[in-house]
């Protein structure tokens, strides 16, 4: 386990071959329910607007998360997508620090904006982190968030930046 881990914002623009690559290692260390590889490079490359937030160890990618910060999903919020950490850097708070990077990064904008995320109902681990982080789970507001196996789950940029920061 590395113990020099950076945070970095890491737009299409900027994104090379080879830490996409990488970024491939970590998104498809899961299993095989995973987005395809075409998938995650729309994710990564063409959805220009999105923010992309990475924590790197050694010189290698570990774990990633996307922000799509247009949204319309709660009557516009920036929308959470793909977090996903290696699975031997996990429980290291690696998680905790990239959302904490991303609404340090939006409020340091002046954003005012709620944060909101889908999880799949049985997915215990990531449902813990978005409680201890400030996440609520909402009832949906438009078509897109109703899905009988997911939450949808949102909380102010404020709000999740403060519990945070009472954590340490
Ligand atoms: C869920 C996930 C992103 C957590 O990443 P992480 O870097 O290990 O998370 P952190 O170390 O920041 O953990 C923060 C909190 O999350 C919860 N959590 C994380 N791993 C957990 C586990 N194995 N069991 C129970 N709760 C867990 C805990 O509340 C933890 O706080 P604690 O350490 O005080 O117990 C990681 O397990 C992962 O990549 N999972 C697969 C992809 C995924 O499910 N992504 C979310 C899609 S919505």
Not at 61 to 85: A, D, H
Not at 150 to 162: K, S
């Amino acid at each position: 386990m590395a113990t020099n881990l950076e945070y970095k914002k890491l737009n299409s623009e900027e994104l090379t071959e080879e830490q996409f690559k990488n970024i491939l290692e970590v998104e498809q260390s899961d299993g095989d329910d995973c987005y395809s590889e075409e998938t995650l490079r729309n994710i990564w490359f063409e959805r220009t607007t999105n923010d992309n937030f990475v924590c790197i160890a050694n010189n290698k990618i570990v774990g990633c998360i996307n922000f799509n910060p247009l949204s319309q999903r709660r009557n516009g919020s920036i929308y959470m997508i793909n977090l996903m950490i290696l699975p031997e850097y996990r429980k290291n708070g690696i998680a905790t620090n990239l959302i904490k990077e991303a609404c340090e990064y939006y409020l340091g904008k002046g954003c005012k904006k709620v944060m909101s995320l889908n999880v799949e109902k049985d997915n215990y681990k990531a449902i813990n982190l978005y409680k201890k982080v400030g996440f609520e789970i909402r009832e949906p507001v438009c078509e897109a968030d109703e899905d009988d196996e997911q939450y949808v789950m949102d909380c102010h940029l404020e709000e999740i930046i403060n519990t945070i920061r009472s954590l340490y």
